[in-house]
């Protein structure tokens, strides 16, 4: 079962790159990979999802190694607004599949000015 | 913009009564789920729907039962609640499954933040 690991809490200064790691060493060959930002009292939102190598979008970038069993999201110049929990999701509740889908615990990222 | 509400941001109930918790999303979506949020746990799946009348388990459904009579809307209910239910809720809905590349987005709710006493 892909479990996911990540750091609890990260802190960075504005501007800096901030680069947020997700372990998950029993991803399925059919998992995607997939990252939310979560806001306080808000639900979480999309931000990226990839499958392997390298995908980039207007927010951020995820980087995938060929084993599959880590990725980063990297979020370029981080701003006061950046400070949210991220969350890595593997896999999908496909029906009649079990249970094969593993949202982390969340990073809650920290941005000082 | 996709739109997931649910009935209410906060909610308190007594041990022992029957909840519902009401979600509703506006974009046609075959796919909703129900979440609860816990510290230190991150997002659980309770259950999830992929069509009108059909429900899986997912993680934690223990003591949870849902409804789906209508495909805008999807219902968490817990029989009788319990002080371990205590949680943030969160619903989310998604276009549909697919096999092939990508995986469709989930949009989320507010969250409803239940206390049971």
């Known amino acids: 079962l892909a479990k996911t690991t990540q750091p609890i809490s990260m802190d960075s200064y504005e501007g800096q790159e901030v680069n947020i790691t997700c372990s998950h060493n029993?991803?399925?060959?059919?998992?995607?990979i997939t990252w939310y930002q979560q806001f306080p009292s808000q639900g979480p939102r999309f931000i990226i999802q990839?499958?392997?190598t390298k995908v980039t979008n207007e927010v951020a970038s995820l980087f995938i190694p060929a084993d599959r069993k880590s990725s980063t999201l990297s979020l370029p110049r981080v701003s006061l607004s950046d400070t949210a929990v991220y969350y890595c999701?593997?896999?999908?509740?496909?029906?009649?599949?079990?249970?094969?889908?593993?949202f982390g615990t969340g990073t809650s990222l920290t941005v000082i000015p | 913009d996709v739109k997931v509400t649910q009935s209410s941001r906060y909610l308190v109930k007594r041990t022992g009564e029957k909840v519902f918790l009401e979600c509703v999303q506006d974009?046609?979506?075959?796919?909703m789920f129900w979440y609860r949020q816990d510290p230190g746990l991150g997002l659980r799946l309770i259950y999830f729907?992929?069509?009108?009348?059909?429900?899986e388990k997912g993680d934690i459904p223990e003591g949870y039962s849902v409804s789906r009579e209508k495909k805008e809307r999807f219902s968490l209910i817990l029989e009788s609640a319990s002080t371990n239910q205590t949680s943030m809720y969160l619903c989310?809905?998604?276009?549909?499954?697919?096999?092939?590349?990508?995986?469709?987005?989930?949009?989320f709710g507010p969250g409803t933040r239940l206390l049971v006493l």
């Open positions: 990839g499958y392997k």
């Open positions: 989310a809905s998604s276009l549909y499954f697919i096999a092939g590349p990508f995986r469709e987005t989930q949009y």
């Open positions: 029993n991803i399925a060959t059919n998992d995607y």
């Open positions: 729907s992929y069509d009108v009348k059909m429900k």
């Open positions: 999701l593997v896999g999908e509740p496909f029906p009649n599949t079990g249970n094969q889908f593993y």
């Open positions: 974009m046609d979506h075959e796919n």
